[in-house]
Nanobody, 125 residues
Framework: QVQLVESGGGSVQAGGSLRLSCAVSGYTDRSVSMAWFRQGPGNEREGVAFIYTGAGNTYYADSVKGRFTISQDNAKNTLYLQMNSLKPEDTAMYYC??????????????????WGQGTQVTVSS
């Protein structure tokens, strides 16, 4: 059974940094699609960063490009999201998600079968 557990959220001031982690267990596929999503109060869930673990392809939403970096540590079965230059509009619950193989639309929530429980990020001005 695939399980995803996020950690690393917290409260920071604008301009600060956080690193989110997503510990993954229960799968042995070498190539999977993984992504970070976020959902603020009253907003739809939006994708912010994607990685295809087989080839290392990455893709970012325009709103975080140049500020966020997605990465993986295969030895630890962990996905990361390094978030720099945080803005108040980055405040949201952040989720990691996984789907076996390649997904057609990397930042579309509907294409992911497995989700973590989320970790809250709050950025104050």
């Amino acid at each position: 059974q695939v399980q995803l557990v996020e950690s690393g959220g917290g409260s920071v001031q604008a301009g600060g940094s956080l690193r989110l982690s997503c510990a993954v267990s229960g799968y042995t596929d070498r190539s999977v699609s993984m992504a970070w999503f976020r959902q603020g109060p009253g907003n739809e869930r939006e994708g912010v960063a994607f990685i295809y673990t087989g080839a290392g392809n990455t893709y970012y939403a325009d709103s975080v490009k140049g500020r966020f970096t997605i990465s993986q540590d295969n030895a630890k079965n962990t996905l990361y999201l390094q978030m720099n230059s945080l803005k108040p509009e980055d405040t949201a619950m952040y989720y990691c998600a996984l789907n076996r193989g390649w997904v057609r639309y990397p930042l579309a929530p509907a294409f992911y079968a497995y989700w973590g429980q989320g970790t809250q990020v709050t950025v104050s001005s």
